[in-house]
């Protein structure tokens, strides 16, 4: 079946560090890929996607290139901030007419000022 | 703006008494999904409506039912809530199951 790895958290880091938050996948076909972003007692964003090999998804700041060859997504910033303090969740959906994300477990990301 | 709305956003019940939670959306998507998420856990997919055909998931309790009565809104039933069921509750649509699925903020249920 389906799964979503990521990094076991939590993450803390200064504000303008680099961030990297790895995530792989295993799934049976060629799925599109997400990274949603829970900030406390809110509901889920979408921050980016990528539908396909070698796409880029981009959105604030952060970016995630679908690698199929590494079966990974993993999500970068190049200088967090504190309000990018939150929950960060790497997802998977198969095509298909019963298509359902895949979560992984999630990662808690703190950035102090 | 097209949104997906939940009322209310916090809810407190007791113990045993039924309670239902509220979902509507302005994005005139097809489906429509109702997660159960834990503190620190992953949302966990409880059901979804695809317009009007319902599917459960396997692990579903039976307490937790759902109503679809048009495109707009889908209701959380649960019918005898237990300590076990406080968490919070997503609500999250989408055109086609396919397609990018986008959250609602959320209720938080209190089981007192």
């Known amino acids: 079946g389906n799964s979503v790895t990521q990094m076991e958290g939590p993450v803390t880091l200064s504000e303008e560090a680099f961030l990297t938050i790895n995530c792989t996948y295993t799934a049976t076909g060629y799925p599109s890929l997400f990274w949603y972003v829970q900030y406390p007692g809110e509901g889920l964003q979408l921050l980016l996607k990528a539908t396909k090999a070698d796409d880029k998804g981009s959105n604030k700041g952060f970016e995630a290139t679908y690698r199929k060859e590494t079966t990974s997504f993993h999500l970068e910033k190049g200088s967090v901030q504190v309000s990018d303090s939150a929950v960060y969740f790497c997802?998977?959906?198969?095509?298909?007419?019963?298509?359902?994300?895949?979560f992984g477990k999630g990662i808690t990301l703190s950035v102090r000022p | 703006d097209a949104m997906v709305i939940q009322n209310p956003r916090y809810q407190v019940t007791q113990f045993g008494k039924p309670v239902t939670l509220s979902c509507s959306q302005t994005?005139?998507?097809?489906?429509m999904y109702w997660y159960q998420q834990k503190s620190s856990q992953a949302p966990k997919l409880l059901f979804h409506?695809?317009?009007?055909?319902?599917?459960n998931e396997a692990d579903t309790p039976d307490n937790f039912q759902s109503r679809r009565p048009n495109t707009s809104f889908c209701f959380l039933d649960i019918r005898s809530p237990g300590l076990g069921d406080a968490a919070m509750y997503l609500c999250a649509t989408s055109g086609d199951p396919q397609e990018t699925q986008y959250f609602g903020p959320g209720t938080r249920l209190l089981v007192l």
């Open positions: 409506y695809y317009d009007k055909d319902f599917n």
């Open positions: 994005l005139n998507h097809n489906v």
């Open positions: 997802a998977l959906s198969e095509p298909g007419a019963n298509s359902k994300l895949t």
